[in-house]
């Protein structure tokens, strides 16, 4: 597979999307604060569970 410079995986628009509210931002970095791992992964099921739940 090739990706261009600049490019950016599905997972990464998601991620940006969800994060572009500061305060989902605000709310999904205290929620992972305590996490020894984080992953993209989880930073957006994080996000996208504070988007929905507040």
Known sequence: MWIAEG????????YLDKIKN???????QKILLSA?????????????SVAING
């Open 7 to 14: 490019s950016i995986t599905d997972t990464g628009e998601d």
């Open 22 to 28: 500061p305060l989902v931002w605000k709310k999904t």
């Open 36 to 48: 020894t791992k984080v992953t993209l992964q989880s930073i957006l099921s994080t996000a996208i």
